[in-house]
């Protein structure tokens, strides 16, 4: 719901859109306009069906919902994502809950922003009333755009019980269309395919998997 094209005509929904009718990156203003105005909430509710119909139209298996930016954790986003999605066979949602223990043991000091932990947890119980699966654990917040190979393989080496996301942002290089500056992506793609990071993911007490196949 935020940066990027949207699913349906900038006109047809001028307060989600910029001047370039482009989705809005002023994210603090946005999630009060849509808490305060319900002319947003029905243009954001427009919007999140056409996205959902716009995937189900490629005909490919949907493995999980997620929002950019994690802007899903908004209680008024996460409301129309649960119900609509499962009107388009949504089974799985991410919720970003990274524990700052594990983070802490791999770089004492390093820790992730404290509201997404509070939101977070409301979205996992949102999601277990829904039925909706989520994993245990999801890491790729506090170091986002720069999942270094020793950042990857500390993690694999502190896996928790049952399911954890990693994710990543990789790429051949750094700058292009729609980069994040100060994002490191080259050095994300060779986190992904180093030999120790891969020898870790191998290892007999992981299994590698989708949302919806656990």
Known sequence: MVEGKPALPPESIPDLVDASGHLRQDLTRFGLDICARPSVRAQLKAEIEAQFRAYQQTGLPLDHVNGHKHFHLHPAVATEVIAIGQQYGMRALRIPREPATVIAQ?????????????????????????????????????????????????????????????????????????????????????????????????????????????
Do not use: K, N
């Open 106 to 214: 791999i770089e004492p000091g390093t820790h992730g922003p404290v509201s997404e932990r509070f939101l977070a947890r409301w979205l996992s119980l949102r999601a277990r009333r829904a039925g909706l699966r989520a994993p245990d654990q999801v890491f790729g917040l506090a170091w986002s755009g720069a999942m270094s190979a020793p950042r990857v393989a500390g993690l694999l080496d502190h896996l928790g019980p049952g399911a954890t996301e990693i994710y990543l942002h990789p790429a051949t290089r750094d700058e292009f269309a729609g980069s994040a500056t100060g994002y490191r992506y080259a050095e994300e793609l060779a986190a992904l395919i180093d030999p120790e990071v891969c020898a870790l993911a191998r290892r007999s007490d992981v299994t590698l998997t989708g949302y919806c196949d656990w």
